[in-house]
């Protein structure tokens, strides 16, 4: 009898198989196990995707970065050229104004800017540091016979005054 079960089932199978369009029976063990699978599969996918998506986002957000700090560079370089004095404020400016336009001509931008602001390119950074003094001119000639005389009156009057006055004058004769 239990031949004849299986003959019948075997034929039941065929049946089955037939009407499901060649499909194979599986155990329901086996079929949850698929679907728990699928169902893994699908939500890996998901997390995937939303991570792709955030990674696109980041790689827009660095190129626009990158774009901005080699405008700043190229700003930097041309303004120094042509001899900005306060190459920040110029800088500043300039990317206001590129930001402000559609185009981005630098070039124009900078030129258009050193005819505006004519005071940014002046060179009173360099003229300045020429100029100032750091100490007194010391003179030699007649300085020893003061000198003398200033010292003879700081030791003999024993006065503050004096002293810084000697002390003054020896600074700047030795």
């Known amino acids: ?46 997390e995937l995707s939303a991570e792709l998506e955030q990674t696109k986002a980041e790689l827009s957000e660095a190129a626009g970065e990158l774009e901005s700090i080699k405008t700043e560079q190229e700003l930097v370089r041309k303004l120094s050229a042509e001899g900005a004095g306060d190459l920040e404020a110029a800088v500043l400016l300039a990317k206001s104004r590129l930001k402000g336009s559609d185009s981005k001509d630098v070039d124009g931008c900078v030129e ?42 700081a030791a003999g009057s024993g006065d503050r005054g004096d002293l810084q006055e000697y002390l003054k004058l020896r600074r ?3």
Do not use: C, H, W
Request: glycine content about 6%.
């Open 1 to 46: 009898m239990s031949q004849v079960d299986e003959e019948r089932l075997s034929e039941t199978e065929v049946e089955q198989q037939v009407l499901d369009g060649g499909s194979k029976l599986v155990p329901l063990t086996e079929s949850i196990r698929y679907r728990r699978r699928a169902q893994s599969a699908e939500k890996k996918n998901e």
């Open 112 to 153: 258009q800017l050193k005819k505006e602001k004519q005071y940014l390119f002046g060179k009173t950074g360099t003229a300045n540091l020429m100029v100032k003094k750091t100490s007194g001119v010391k003179s030699r000639s007649a300085g020893q016979n003061i000198l003398e005389q200033a010292a003879k009156r």
């Open 172 to 174: 700047s004769v030795l």
